[in-house]
C-alpha cells in the first residue's frame, strides 16, 4: 500500500490534458481483437484495467501491439474463431473487463475462467450471468454470484430479447457482444439509456444494430454473426477523469484551469450539468467530435456552490462522478441531496459508505442514507483534514482515492489517503497532472 497526504498546491492553473476514455478504450481493444484486418489504435488509456482487456484479447488470439508513439496495432481473431485460453484471465480490479468479455465468450465454443482482485471478486455478476444463460452459456460462478467463476460458451447461443433489469451498460454490452456471434436477432430493451459507446463503436467496427424507441423504452438490436471490418479509432479523453479537475479547479479559489479533450456524449455528461446547476464556472471551448464522440476543452474557474437536490434521472450519466461530486458537495453552501443511487454500493467499493466514512474522517457534514448520501457544505470554508495519524480508506478504489485527494486540496491540514496504487487502474498521470495543475 502506497499512502499519500494530498494538500491545498494553490490555485489550480494553466492547461492539462487528460488520458483517454476508458469505457472506450476497453471497446476499441475489444471490438479490434475480433475484426478481421489491421485496426490501429491512438489515444488509448493505458491504465491497468485496460490493460488487462489487452491481455485477455491476446488470449483469445488477437495480435496487439503498442509502438514507441503509443499507437496500438490491433490484428483482429475474427468472430466465431477466438481461441480457448489457456490460462485465467486476470481481470484485476475491472467489472468492465469481466461483463464484456464474459459476454464475449458465452457465444463461442469455449470455455474461460475469470480472476480477479478483493474488489472484483466481491462484485455481483448475476447481472450478467442471467442473460448469458438463457443464451445458452453454463456458468459456475463462486457462492453469490461472484468471481472466480468458470463460463463455458454455446455454439450457438440462442438469441433473446432481454430487458435490463439495472441500468447497466455493461449488462447492456455484454449482451449485445454474445450477439454478436449467435444467429438470428439479439435484443436489450433498455428502460432507463446508459452510456452507449458499445452501441456507436459497434456500428463503426460494421455490425448491423439497429436501435429504437418503443414507449419511452430503447431497444437496440443487434445483426449476429457478424463480421467486424477494422478501424481506426482515436479515443477521446475520459470525462470521468477529468471530473477530478472539474471539482478541484471549482472549490480552489482562484483557479481557472483549461482541461483540453474532454468526452462529452450525454450519456456521460451528468457532472457538467449537475455542477453548473450548482453555481460552477464551466465554459466549453472548441467543441468537436473525436472518433464519433463529441469533445470539447472545458475552461473551469472557481466559483461559489449551492447545493441542491440532484435529479436522481441524472444518476446513470454521472454514475461514476458521485465520489467527487460528494466532494463539491462538502464545500458548497448549505444542503447537498442525492437519491436513487443504490448502484454505488456495488462499484468497486460501496461508495456509499466508503465516501460517507472518508468525507466525515476529514471534517465534513455527511449523512448516509440507503440509497445516497446528504451533505452539509461548509460554503467554501476548507475541511479541517484527516486527524494526525488517521487516513482515509481507499478499500481498492481508485475513485475514492482521487476524490479524496481533491478534498485534500480544499483542507486546513491536508487529506491521507491509506493507498494510492488503485489510481493507476484508471488514470496513471493523475498525480503529475495535480502537480503539473497546482504549480
Ligand atoms: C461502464 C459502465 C458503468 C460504469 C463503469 C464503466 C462501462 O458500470 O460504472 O465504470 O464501460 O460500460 P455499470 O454498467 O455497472 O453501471
Known sequence: MTSHTFAHLGPLRGTIRVPGDKSISHRALMFAGLAVGRSRITGLLEGEDVLATAAAMRQFGADIIRSD?????????????LLEPKQALDMGNSGTSTRLL?????????????????????????????????????????PGGTLPLMLRGAAPAVPIAYRLPVASAQVKSAVLLAGLNTPGITR??????????????????????????????????IH?????????????????????????????????????NVGLNPTRAGLLEVL???????????????????????RVRHANLTGIDIDPALAPSMIDEFPVLFVAAALASGTTRTTGLEELRVKESD??????AALRLAGARVEEHEDGLTIQGTGGEPLSGTPAGASVATRLD??????????????????????????????????????????
Open 351 to 356: 461508495r456509499l459508505a466508503a465516501m460517507a
Open 102 to 142: 464474459m459476454g464475449l465468450v458465452a457465444s463461442h465454443a469455449i470455455t474461460a475462467t475469470f480472476v480477479g482482485d478483493a474488489s472484483l471478486s466481491g462484485r455481483p455478476m448475476n447481472r450478467v450471468i442471467a442473460p448469458l444463460a438463457q443464451m445458452g452459456a453454463s456458468i459456475e460462478a463462486s
Open 276 to 298: 453548473r446547476q450548482m453555481g460552477a464556472n464551466i465554459t466549453e471551448v472548441d467543441a468537436r467530435e473525436v472518433g464519433g464522440e463529441p469533445v470539447a476543452d472545458l
Open 224 to 260: 449476429g454473426e457478424a463480421d467486424l471490418k477494422p478501424m481506426d479509432v482515436t479515443v477521446p479523453g475520459d470525462p470521468s477523469s477529468a471530473a477530478f479537475f472539474m471539482v478541484a479547479a471549482s472549490i480552489v479559489p482562484g483557479s481557472d484551469l483549461t482541461i483540453r
Open 188 to 221: 436489450v430493451i433498455e428502460p432507463v439509456p446508459t452510456r452507449d459507446h458499445t452501441e456507436r463503436m459497434l456500428t463503426g467496427f460494421g455490425a448491423k444494430l439497429d436501435v429504437t424507441q418503443e414507449g419511452g423504452e430503447r431497444i437496440i438490436a
Open 398 to 439: 481508485h475513485r475514492i482515492a482521487m476524490s479524496m485527494a481533491v478534498a485534500g486540496l480544499a483542507s486546513r491540514h491536508g487529506v491521507s489517503v491509506d493507498d494510492t496504487a488503485p489510481i493507476n487502474t484508471s488514470f496513471p498521470t493523475f498525480m503529475g497532472l495535480l502537480e503539473e495543475a497546482g504549480q
Open 69 to 81: 508513439d503509443g499507437t496500438w496495432t490491433v490484428h483482429g481473431a475474427g468472430v466465431g474463431s
